[in-house]
């Protein structure tokens, strides 16, 4: 969700709604152990590239998402970095 935010696609707002019912349900966080290069590294291997760079699904609202080309390694490691704080 955080690419979505930060590319105007979905609300803070709808994405802290999302990590409040995700703290809720108490799942276990083990992404703060792994490094977040080796976490993209592993991304750009993926079939959904496209001419180098990602493909993601993103939300645009809860219960809709659109097909999102052309993501920069950056934002996904922003993406990455957001997720491992996450608690």
């Not at 966080?29 to 993209?40: F, G, K, V």
Request: no cysteine.
């Amino acid at each position: 969700g955080e690419i979505a935010v930060q590319r105007g696609l979905w609300s803070a707002a709808d994405r802290d709604r999302q990590d409040n019912l995700l703290r809720r349900l108490q799942l276990r966080w083990d992404l703060h152990l792994i490094d977040a290069e080796r976490i993209l590294q592993h991304t750009r291997a993926d079939k959904k590239r496209a001419g180098g760079k990602h493909r993601f699904v993103l939300p645009r609202q809860l219960g809709s998402a659109v097909l999102v080309e052309g993501i920069e390694d950056d934002e996904v490691r922003a993406a990455i970095g957001y997720v491992q704080r996450f608690r």
